[in-house]
């Protein structure tokens, strides 16, 4: 059954920064690169109900292709060497049919 692996965070960076961009560039090109990640896709947040800015969202095609995801190095490097360091406070969702 199709995971859809959602996460909305805010970064410490300033809106607009270079650091903001750099960091929804690298996410976009480390994290649909990895195998079994299908329709990513980085979002703006529009709405004043929520102080969250961004979407990453990803489609996988089974379980077995999103534990690949969580276990893969480039996933663990991404999150250990900038989400954990750039990222201010997120919610993640992951959703079946």
């Keep these: 059954m199709p995971i859809q692996h959602t996460v909305v965070f805010r970064l410490v960076h300033d809106e607009g920064s270079t650091e ?19 329709d ?10 929520s102080d969250l800015e961004h979407q990453f969202s990803m489609v996988f095609a089974d379980r077995a292709a999103y ?7 480039a996933h663990a490097a991404f999150v250990a060497e900038r989400w954990v360091p750039e990222v201010a406070a997120f919610q993640e969702y992951d959703f079946e049919e």
């Design 20 to 38: 903001e961009r750099d960091f929804l560039a690298t996410g976009r090109s480390v994290l649909s690169a990895i195998p079994g990640v299908e």
């Design 40 to 49: 990513f896709s980085v979002r703006r947040q529009v709405s004043p109900k």
């Design 67 to 73: 534990d690949a995801y969580n276990d893969h190095p």
